[in-house]
T-cell receptor, first 114, second 116 residues
Framework: AQKITQTQPGMFVQEKEAVTLDCTYD???????LFWYKQPSSGEMIFLIY??????QNATEGRYSLNFQKARKSANLVISASQLGDSAMYFC???????????FGTGTSLTVIP | GAVVSQHPSWVICKSGTSVKIECRSLDFQATTMFWYRQFPKQSLMLMATSNEGSKATYEQGVEKDKFLINHASLTLSTLTVTSAHPEDSSFYIC????????????FGPGTRLTVT
């Protein structure tokens, strides 16, 4: 089974609107971390937000928030007030326990329309 | 946040030659570094985990004799693609864990390799 599933290969959003990028995960480890990264066309991986499995509150970082639903094993990224510069690939990732390996999803390509 | 650099950012080489890519942690000591490969419009694929002072751990299907990894110091890991072929053309990204930071990996900007 896939550790991380991103079911939206591509998404479009109007500038200034909010958009949700879906991510579901699969693990039996009670301790894990969930990450979202942005990859613009330049290729660099930009860390956006982190959610720990024991965190009670949903993580927020500026315009980014993570909708963490533990029972459903989902960790959706919400981007509010989309900007043209948000157009990029977005990857969801998970780390199990304190291990080294990150599991990445297949990514979602987001296009912000002016 | 911590900074990881990669050099070169892009390289073109001829088939049969070897290419070395460097990954450096600039403001922290990285006991563990990772090498990923990414094909266009695909996800990152972990190639190997590099631990300072010991042999790298390669993922299944990755040829260790073709992709030589050396982690000689706490701030430098190198990936050498030996006898490169056009199918080795890809985007290679390294990342590093800061032992002071218990959860994040810091990524380098990537190296685009084209083998002609």
């Amino acid at each position: 089974a896939q550790k991380i599933t991103q079911t939206q290969p591509g998404m479009f959003v109007q500038e200034k609107e909010a958009v949700t990028l879906d991510c579901t995960y699969d693990t039996s480890d009670p301790s894990y971390g969930l990450f979202w990264y942005k990859q613009p066309s330049s290729g660099e991986m930009i860390f956006l937000i982190y959610q720990g499995s024991y965190d009670q509150q949903n993580a927020t970082e500026g315009r980014y928030s993570l909708n963490f639903q533990k029972a459903r094993k989902s960790a959706n990224l919400v981007i509010s007030a989309s900007q043209l510069g948000d157009s990029a690939m977005y990857f969801c990732a998970m780390r199990e326990g304190y291990g080294n390996q990150f599991y990445f999803g297949t990514g979602t390509s987001l296009t912000v329309i002016p | 946040g911590a900074v990881v650099s990669q050099h070169p950012s892009w390289v073109i080489c001829k088939s049969g030659t070897s290419v070395k890519i460097e990954c450096r942690s600039l403001d922290f000591q990285a006991t563990t570094m990772f090498w990923y490969r990414q094909f266009p419009k695909q996800s990152l694929m972990l190639m190997a985990t590099s631990n300072e002072g010991s042999k790298a751990t390669y993922e299944q299907g990755v040829e260790k004799d073709k992709f030589l990894i050396n982690h000689a110091s706490l701030t430098l890991s190198t990936l050498t693609v030996t006898s490169a072929h056009p199918e080795d053309s890809s985007f290679y990204i390294c990342s590093a864990r800061d032992p002071e930071d218990d959860y994040e990996q810091y990524f380098g900007p990537g190296t685009r390799l084209t083998v002609t």
